[in-house]
């Protein structure tokens, strides 16, 4: 199982970023697929999760309105689409997997998850 986050970089407060997961070594059909993402000097928490069976969508309250996830499975990525950024949002993103159920208890597990990939750096300025 391997998993890559790509797509970071560094925006205006109010523009947009879009990050890609991609996977390898599991189903996007079987696993459900969730973003993370950890702040400098703090605790790292749970952002998005799209579930496996239906892609149905979770989101933290504080990206609620402004983050998307969607998931092309032909290309085996998931992919988190940014948009209305804030400072607050700067931190390294993360994707991970592990057989669960994409919902609020996944978001609340982010030392839990079985797989992760390397992070990718947003910085939002201004």
């Known amino acids: 199982v391997q998993l890559q986050a790509s797509g970071g970089g560094s925006v205006q407060s109010g523009g947009s970023l879009r990050l890609s997961c991609e996977t390898s070594g599991f189903s996007l059909d079987h696993f459900p697929v969730g973003w993370f993402r950890q702040a400098p000097g703090k605790e790292r928490e749970g952002v998005s999760c799209i579930s496996s069976s239906d892609g149905s969508t979770y989101y933290a309250d504080s990206v609620k309105g402004r983050f998307t996830i969607s998931r092309d499975r032909a290309k085996r990525t998931v992919y988190l689409q940014m948009t209305s950024l804030k400072p607050e949002d700067t931190a390294d993103y993360y994707c991970?997997?592990?057989?669960?159920?994409?919902?609020?208890?996944?978001?609340?597990?982010?030392?839990?998850?079985?797989?992760w990939g390397r992070g990718t750096p947003v910085t939002v300025y201004g």
């Open positions: 991970a997997t592990d057989d669960s159920r994409c919902n609020m208890l996944f978001l609340k597990r982010p030392y839990g998850m079985d797989y």
